[in-house]
């Protein structure tokens, strides 16, 4: 048994990375038998940098499985060293830190050194070595985290090699992402309204496309279709909106346009038939991990980050990044309730190979 101090966002923090790290944590503490402390965020981003409602989920708790500090906060450096220390003095065998943006990369990068100094072993789960939007001076503040790891767990060759270009030589696992088995089963009160259901998922920005779906449903030759918008719009709502009443999509377009519950996710994904990510540039996606939970088969961008989870006739379709014309097509000649259905079952047996105890093996083996 392991003594090992996760420090990130967790539960009652809302999206992908808090999740992600509650999971985590969960696993090392429930499966793994270790002994398991987690220091959290007290403030995580200034309300002028959060463009959603709130950052905590209403509806959440902090973890029940293992004793959680919520010390840290991300623009306050006399928490970072109240953090550090308290961290140094509980003397782990083991520190577990995400790297996800910039935003919060000088707090744990600065926690992360002084812990290294002292002796401990750092691993860092990287989610992503640069931002989305990327510039100069952000890759600089990511560097400043990564720089201080012992050993790193990704989830894709692409997000390795970036940290490779990042720092040069470094050890890193790569994991494929597991399953977000914390959501709970459907209740069956959504029923299909349309031939063919499509799901987009997630709190909605430029990049992950949604425009490109939208203009390939008006170029595809369905009309017994809908395709649910479900979440919080931090860019582009107007557009967006504007450009549904623009093709006439208003009664194939359904909004849900703010934070979606856990139950209600389950519903959506359960009605769907296939979840679309037409993204123009990925990492990698939570959105993935939860399709493949309820074995919803994908229709996503033929980019790193995502074809390397997605595969054509196996778990889903692939078209070429932006290209509105082929995933038009897509829709039109390949996607189907049966042809969906048919993937959806192949998904079943695969979500076995995806389980939390083997992410959770590699972060405890990476500094081996």
């Not at 910039?102 to 050194?113: H, M, R, S, Y």
């Not at 692409?158 to 790569?174: F, M, N, P, R």
């Not at 540039?281 to 991990?289: D, H, I, L, P, R």
């Not at 078209?319 to 959806?344: C, H, K, Q, Y």
Request: charged share 20%; proline share 5%; hydrophobic share 40%.
């Amino acid at each position: 048994m392991a003594k090992i101090t996760v420090l990130g966002p967790v539960s009652p923090f809302r999206g992908g990375i808090a999740r992600h790290t509650t999971r985590l944590a969960r696993e090392l503490a429930e499966n793994g038998g270790h002994e398991v402390t987690i220091f959290s965020f007290s403030s995580l981003y200034p309300k002028l940098l959060y463009p959603g409602q709130d950052d905590r989920d209403p509806n959440a708790k902090a973890p029940d499985f293992a004793p959680t500090i919520f010390s840290l906060s991300s623009v306050n450096p006399f928490s970072w060293s109240k953090t550090a220390s308290a961290i140094a003095d509980s003397r782990p065998d083991l520190v577990v830190i995400p790297a996800w943006t910039f935003f919060v990369a000088p707090a744990l990068g600065w926690i992360a050194k002084k812990l290294r100094n002292k002796g401990n072993k750092i691993v860092q789960v990287v989610h992503n070595a640069s931002d989305h939007e990327s510039a100069g001076w952000k890759t600089g503040l990511m560097r400043s985290q990564l720089k201080q790891a012992t050993a790193f767990v990704t989830h894709n060759d692409q997000i390795a090699d970036a940290i490779q270009s990042l720092l040069g030589k470094a050890h890193i696992a790569v994991s494929p992402h597991p399953i977000y088995d914390d959501y709970p089963e459907p209740t069956g009160d959504l029923q299909p309204k349309a031939a063919l259901e499509l799901l987009f998922f997630g709190l909605v920005r430029h990049y992950k496309g949604l425009d490109i779906a939208i203009r390939a449903l008006a170029t595809s030759e369905l009309d017994d279709v809908r395709l649910t918008v479900a979440g919080e719009f931090w860019e582009d709502e107007a557009e967006t909106r504007a450009l549904v009443e623009k093709l006439g999509l208003n009664e194939r377009v359904e909004f849900h346009a703010r934070y979606v519950s856990d139950q209600e996710a389950a519903n959506l994904f359960q009605r769907a038939d296939a979840t679309i990510l037409p993204y123009r540039s990925a990492t990698g996606s939570g959105v993935v991990a939860l399709a493949q939970n309820y074995a919803c088969p994908m229709i996503a961008s033929d980019i790193d980050g995502l074809n390397d989870a997605v595969r054509s006739g196996i778990n889903g379709w692939l078209f070429p990044s932006e290209d509105v014309t082929a995933l038009g097509s897509i829709l039109t000649e390949e996607v189907t309730r049966n042809t969906a259905g048919n993937l959806a079952k192949a998904m079943q047996v695969e979500k076995q190979n995806l389980g939390w105890d083997k992410f959770a093996d590699v972060v405890l083996s990476a500094t081996d």
